[in-house]
């Protein structure tokens, strides 16, 4: 059987660039290369995309002194990678993409919108849903009408910063207690999202997260259990859920540095929680998965308070591949390993 071509895509514009390399390396590692001939394209942060030798010049982060360009052409007859290297130009077909990339510029439709004029077939969900989810605020205006508890909110653009930030910090004053959590509306990986104990910090929290994004929410808090689902299916296949994973943030909160280099942070896959909290949050994840047009898969993100209720907080369409991310080590304690899970997501590209 002649081997499929696969193009995995890594790295990108966005400030979860360094998560979405680690990513890459876990996915490479487990694709079935008996059936798929790899085409590595690494996107630089200032957005130079680039042919990577192997996954080697991957991990050791050498792909970026490639000398060879890589541009996927979006003439959807031709479904092809235009490499080009001095004055040397060449086209090599591929049949499926994965695009391996956290954040704006590649998980918010933007690269989805790309495959789709290109008439490439791609893991992961659609335009709609990449750019929907990607957007905190209009995330939260898709699950209102679920009936489904999430947290409240102030949404504030960044101009208003400028203008009236006194003005802002009396709206939020006027529907919140402190603590409140402040995070960009398009943002990942918890960029740019700060804890605010009192009105000088709610002021700066404010500036830090418009340095990510000019649409901004400032949040209730919510106190409980920080927990995790995956969703896989689409199309052909049924949506389904995994197992619940609980985060244990070694800081206050889970925040970039607290997910990918504090060691005392910690998962635990099927925590205890109160009453049928968790497979409440099971059957949450899948009608949020679907009111958002999800395809392929996501993991949707909660709260248990000790009450035992269910507080959604975001969704990801294309969630973490690392060594410590949840989405694949729920899959994991569900029965299926990382490879087939893998192959599972390719699978379902080609039946989109």
């Known amino acids: 059987m002649e081997k499929k071509k696969i193009a995995v895509l890594f790295g990108g514009q966005s400030s979860e660039h360094v998560v979405s390399c680690m990513s890459a390396i876990n996915v490479i590692e487990q694709i079935d290369t008996e059936k798929y001939e790899l085409i590595l394209i690494g996107i630089t942060e200032e957005g130079h995309w680039l042919k990577a030798p192997s996954v080697d010049e991957v991990r050791s982060g050498a792909w970026s002194d ?36 956290h954040g704006l510029y590649g998980e918010d439709g933007t690269v989805q919108g790309l495959f789709e004029l290109a008439g490439i077939p791609y893991v992961g969900c659609g335009v709609l849903a990449s750019a929907v989810s990607m957007d905190k605020l209009y995330t939260k ?133 109160p009453g049928d909290s968790a497979e409440r949050v099971r059957r949450a994840a899948e009608q949020i998965f679907n009111a958002v047009d999800g395809y392929g898969l996501a993991r949707v993100d909660f709260f248990v308070t000790a009450q035992g209720e269910v507080v959604f907080n975001e969704i990801n ?24 899970l893998i192959d599972r997501l390719i699978k379902l590209a080609f039946e989109r």
């Open 141 to 273: 205006i898709v699950v209102d009408d679920l009936e489904i508890r999430q947290a409240a909110y102030v949404p504030v653009v960044s101009w208003k910063l400028k203008q009236d930030m006194a003005g802002v910090v009396d709206q939020v004053e006027e529907k919140f207690n402190y603590p409140v959590f402040v995070k960009p509306s398009n943002a990942g990986s918890s960029r740019g999202v700060s804890k605010a104990e009192n009105r000088k910090e709610l002021a700066a929290a404010l500036l830090e997260a418009a340095r990510h994004d000019r649409k901004i929410l400032v949040e209730e808090t919510i106190v409980g259990h920080e927990v995790e689902c995956a969703v896989l299916g689409g199309g052909q296949e049924p949506v389904r859920s995994s197992g619940v994973g609980e985060i244990l943030a070694a800081a206050e909160f889970y925040d970039f540095d607290a997910k990918y280099y504090n060691e005392e942070s910690r998962t635990v896959i099927n925590p205890r929680l």
């Open 317 to 340: 369409t294309l969630p973490g591949f690392t060594a410590i991310s949840m989405y694949p080590m729920l899959w994991e304690a569900a029965g299926l390993p990382r490879k087939e």
């Open 66 to 101: 490639s000398q060879v360009e890589a541009i996927i052409s979006p003439d959807a007859t031709k479904r092809c990678v235009i490499f080009m290297e001095g004055g040397k130009t060449w086209e090599e077909r591929i049949d499926v993409a994965f695009p391996v990339l």
